[in-house]
């Protein structure tokens, strides 16, 4: 009994004809020696089932073996397209954390800029501001102290220093002449007036 329930539940699990498988637990339940036609025929149409059923498996299994190689390459390429996909998001992970700290960089670099043309305009308006002193200034100067100079020039008039001369130099020799000259013009008698001087 257990056997033709395990047949009966195959047959129907392989899509076996209903009414063949009506048939199949009088004719597994009779011994084979008083088994009739009939049940000869249920037996070998079952037999003819389960081979057919076989051949299609085994047809399946033949065909079957290369859509597996298919699968399998087809699951290989899904692989390494996902190792691809996880290597570039890896990429972009570091792409875009090299991204934030240019920007941060960048910023920084802008705020220091912006100071520094702060800084700048306030020095620039500073010099101005010196500048425009100065000018008030040199106006103060002229229209002031250098006025009232001018002014004092032109009634005082007066002449500037006549240059000092320079000393002339006098030459010995001519005096040396003299000397010797008047030595010989003396007479005796000055001589001795000299001498007794």
Not at 48 to 69: H, I, Q, R, S, V
Request: aromatic share 4%; hydrophobic share 45%.
């Amino acid at each position: 009994q257990d056997g033709i329930k395990k047949i009966d539940k195959l047959g129907k699990d392989l899509g076996f004809d209903a009414s063949l498988l009506q048939t199949i637990p009088a004719a597994f339940a009779k011994a084979p020696s008083d088994r009739g036609n009939f049940d000869l025929l249920v037996l070998s149409q079952i037999e003819a089932e389960f081979e057919k059923c076989l051949a299609t498996f085994t047809d399946e299994l033949a065909n079957g073996e290369p859509a597996m190689k298919d699968r399998a390459a087809k699951v290989e390429a899904a692989g390494n397209e996902h190792a691809q996909a996880l290597a570039s998001e890896e990429a972009a992970k570091t792409t875009k954390e090299a991204l934030r700290t240019a920007q941060k960089e960048a910023e920084t670099e802008h705020k220091a800029m912006l100071k520094a043309q702060q800084q700048g305009a306030s020095d620039m308006r500073t010099a101005s501001a010196g500048v425009d002193a100065a000018k008030a200034e040199l106006t103060e100067l002229d229209e002031g102290a250098l006025a009232a100079f001018g002014e004092l020039l032109e009634f005082t008039e007066i002449p500037p220093p006549a240059p000092v001369p320079a000393p002339e130099e006098h030459d010995p020799a001519p005096a040396a002449n003299a000397a010797a000259s008047a030595a010989d013009a003396a007479t005796p008698a000055d001589v001795a007036d000299a001498t007794s001087a």
